[in-house]
């Protein structure tokens, strides 16, 4: 696609439910990221894969968030169990890898806003 | 230690003024990327500005330039003659990890800029 598209874009959620967001990165973008961003914060880092693998999953911040990119494209972050202070912004971003990878601009989603009640 | 950091929280300045956002940055790597990002409040991150660590020259995009001082790993930007729509937050990141592996992209919290008429 044209851009990185995320979905679904507002998802309001009762404290305790499951919720999934989807991302559907640059076609051929090889890096995809997930960062959650708190009202007035900068992004914080989540997730990290390069392809289907998941090299880095430090920044999720308990064992409700999983993450997966099982074919290399489409991304889905889930939340298990849902508790208000998962209420943020999601972004996902992607990028090429190429030589010199550390100059790869990230290209960013338009986020899906969670709310938890 | 914070790996991104941005000292002024909110910035203002007359239209068609030029203004400057503090970033500074720690890193061991070699390789690295900064790369300046503005976020206005419908919420999408737009990519401003990219300067590498082996870039002699500092980087210019139309209004906006980077002022790079690796000695002293400093990556401010300069936003020359302010427009109203330059009204938002802006946010520094730093890119790290070699090609083919692991990468790290972090973000400051953000200096939020607002154009007074």
């Known amino acids: 696609g044209a851009g990185v598209s995320q979905s679904p874009r507002y998802k309001v959620a009762k404290r305790g439910q499951d919720v999934a967001l989807r991302c559907d990165p640059i076609?051929?973008?090889?890096?995809l990221f997930w960062y959650q961003q708190a009202l007035g914060q900068g992004p914080e880092f989540l997730t990290y894969?390069?392809?289907?693998?998941?090299?880095?999953k430090s920044g999720l911040p308990s064992d409700r968030f999983f993450a997966e990119r099982p074919e290399g494209s489409v991304s889905t972050l889930k939340i298990q169990r849902t508790q208000q202070e998962d209420s943020a912004v999601y972004l996902c971003?992607?990028?090429?890898?190429?030589?010199?990878?550390?100059?790869?601009?990230?290209?960013f989603g338009a986020g899906s806003r969670l709310t938890v009640l | 230690a914070q790996k991104i950091t941005q000292t002024q929280p909110g910035m203002f300045v007359q239209e068609k003024e030029a203004v400057t956002l503090d970033c500074t940055y720690d890193?061991?790597?070699?390789?690295?990327?900064l790369f300046w990002y503005k976020q206005p409040s419908s919420g999408e991150m737009i990519f401003l500005i990219y300067?590498?660590?082996?870039?002699?020259q500092n980087a210019t995009e139309g209004r906006y330039s980077l002022n790079f001082q690796k000695a002293r790993k400093s990556a401010n930007l300069v936003i020359s003659a302010s427009q109203l729509g330059d009204s938002a937050m802006y946010f520094c990141a730093m890119r790290e990890g070699g090609s083919g592996g692991y990468q790290k992209v972090t973000f400051g919290i953000g200096t939020k800029l607002q154009v007074i008429p």
């Open positions: 076609s051929g973008h090889v890096s």
């Open positions: 971003a992607s990028s090429l890898v190429e030589a010199a990878a550390w100059a790869n601009v990230l290209t």
């Open positions: 894969f390069q392809n289907e693998a998941q090299l880095d």
């Open positions: 300067q590498g660590s082996y870039d002699e």
């Open positions: 890193t061991s790597d070699q390789s690295y990327g």
